[in-house]
């Protein structure tokens, strides 16, 4: 079926008032393809605003499903999704097609990793970051640098939110930003720290603003640094971020992450339902501090070999070098949803 033509009974009439954005912008967001990595809670809120404004295609990509404590601040999903345990994608789908028939969204019920992502992300116009861990961070980072396709960085904590366009050969790419990759459970994660939904609708607003930007061609008015934002207080900073010139991403152009010899690997270990989530080489992790911060979560047992906490209905066992045993599943998807929320990795 040919696609409907955009304005149909004059959906758009109100943002195609706006001189920058006019019928002609509306066709160039009819003709555009948006990947959402993470249909979470910023993956929700920008794919509800930008299937509104008409982005002719959005893929949803996401591993999850649906739980009653995600309902709070992930707007695409309702009761029934959570008692159902609805995977995130095809419930945000459903919701989508709901709000607007005339676009096409695609749902990705996968873990996006090194295997997947060029077949996955492939002939998309924008990938927006909404994933919850560092390591998918970077991988979508190596492939944006090598074929060219520009993403925006975006993350939430508490109050606190940023954003950063990542345009490559143009801008500082996220290995710029954040050169090191953090070791699992060095920063607080949503379950750890908590999140504040207004904050969540805030930084999306941000991150899909500049995304317009991009997809109207008004690359000049994207705001090239590291927007920063504090949701209670009220506060917005601009940093800039420096290009680095021995950067091994876009400078030296090293993809150890989309080769696969970098970032997390998941295992089901063969008749005992866990699965192994290994680290990078060379992790060294102090559990003491871990299991501080991991108290807040459940029942916490330390011993000199690993760190074990029970999160219903799963238990974790965590080792020093960064190793992780998902004890109450076979899923690897779900395990390493599971450790990214708890670990951030
Ligand atoms: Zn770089």
Redesign the pocket.
């Given at each position: 079926m040919p696609p409907s033509p955009p304005n149909q009974n004059g959906r758009y009439d109100p943002q195609q008032r706006l001189e920058f954005l006019g019928a002609f912008g509306q066709k160039r967001l009819r003709n555009s393809r948006i990947a959402i990595v993470g249909c979470g809670a910023l993956g929700s809120h920008l794919a509800s605003t930008l299937g509104r404004m008409g982005v002719g295609c959005l893929t949803l990509i996401d591993r999850d499903f649906v739980e009653w404590s995600n309902l709070s601040r992930q707007v695409l999903f309702d009761e029934s999704d959570a008692r159902d345990s609805q995977p995130k994608v095809y419930a945000a789908a459903r919701a989508l097609t709901r709000i607007n028939s005339e676009i096409e969204i695609r749902p990705r019920a996968i873990d996006l990793d090194h295997d997947n992502i060029s077949v996955i992300l492939e002939d998309h116009d924008l990938v927006l970051d909404g994933t919850d861990n560092f390591s998918t961070r970077y991988l979508i980072n190596e492939w944006s640098q090598k074929f060219r396709v520009p993403w925006i960085h975006a993350a939430v904590l508490g109050t606190f939110g940023q954003i950063l366009p990542i345009l490559p050969g143009e801008t500082?790419?996220y290995?710029?930003f954040l050169p090191t990759p953090p070791l699992p459970g060095q920063f607080e994660t949503c379950d750890t720290a908590g999140v504040l939904g207004l904050t969540v609708a805030s930084v999306a607003a941000a991150q899909a603003c500049e995304a317009i930007k991009l997809l109207l061609g008004r690359k000049e008015e994207i705001r090239k640094g590291l927007t920063l934002l504090e949701s209670w207080q009220g506060s917005v900073q601009i940093l800039s971020v420096p290009?680095?010139p021995q950067?091994p991403?876009?400078?030296q152009h090293q993809y150890p992450f989309l080769d696969g010899t970098e970032g997390q690997t998941a295992t089901t270990l063969c008749g005992r339902n866990a699965v192994q989530v290994k680290a990078p080489k060379g992790t060294q992790l102090d559990l003491d501090q871990l299991a501080d911060r991991l108290a807040a979560l459940g029942p916490v047992k330390l011993n000199p070999f690993f760190l074990r906490v029970h999160l219903d209905p799963v238990e974790l066992s965590i080792f020093p070098d960064g190793r992780v045993l998902v004890h109450g599943t076979d899923d690897t998807g779900q395990a390493r949803n599971i450790v990214s929320r708890t670990l951030g990795s």
């Open positions: 500082a790419c290995r710029c290009v680095r950067c991403t876009c400078s």
